[in-house]
């Protein structure tokens, strides 16, 4: 009896956790974003006319017009002398860095540093991984002649993975989207591509 009790709490567990997880994450980005914006928003409109919902909104349009402006070139330029003036500050450079990098694994559009999938043998195991640069040369620590190429093993369940320069010729390309990959790879296989 016991036992098939803890597996129905198991497996309502299962089903409830994404879900609420989610419900949970959305709720909080809204209820951040409402907050945060509700005062600047009040500077420009007045109380009466602002509704909930607004600051949500509002959020959705700075990143509509950070992700717009990010491709001019002034923009560009701007940003590229705020990470050069905070590569200069000592703890600051490691945090905003490794955010950085980390949002750069994310698939934006059209530009993603992950460049395609790739299936590398290691012994009799197969292992997916992401093309991060097609010559490891740029790297700065082989040369040109080496014709390595630089892949990514992201880690289950984890921030982390490993990067490891493999002959080109030991890599068989995946005919499958970043993001379906990224998401077979981060949950051990249990979500496939479709």
């Not at 700075?62 to 905070?86: D, H, K, P």
């Not at 460049?115 to 195991?125: D, Y």
């Amino acid at each position: 009896m016991f036992r098939k009790l803890s597996g129905a709490i198991l497996r309502g567990l299962v089903v409830v956790l994404p879900i609420g997880l989610t419900v949970w994450l959305l709720w909080w980005l809204g209820s951040s974003a409402e907050s945060l914006l509700r005062q600047p928003i009040l500077l420009l409109l007045p109380e009466r006319y602002y509704l909930p919902g607004t600051g949500i909104a509002a959020g959705l349009m700075l990143l509509l017009a950070a992700g717009t402006l990010v491709n001019a070139l002034i923009v560009r330029r701007l940003l590229a002398s705020w990470e050069a003036f905070l590569e200069r500050i000592p703890v600051v450079k490691t945090i905003y860095g490794a955010f950085r990098d980390f949002t750069r694994l994310l698939p934006s559009g059209k530009r993603s540093d992950l460049k395609r999938v790739v299936l590398a043998s290691f012994g009799g195991a197969r292992i997916v991984g992401f093309v991060t640069r097609d010559d490891a040369s740029e790297l700065g620590i082989v040369t040109r002649k080496d014709d390595l190429v630089a892949v990514y093993f992201p880690m289950s369940y984890q921030i982390g993975g490993y990067t490891a320069l493999l002959p080109r010729a030991q890599l068989v390309p995946l005919d499958i989207p970043v993001e379906a990959a990224m998401r077979l790879v981060l949950t051990g296989g249990l979500s496939g591509p479709h």
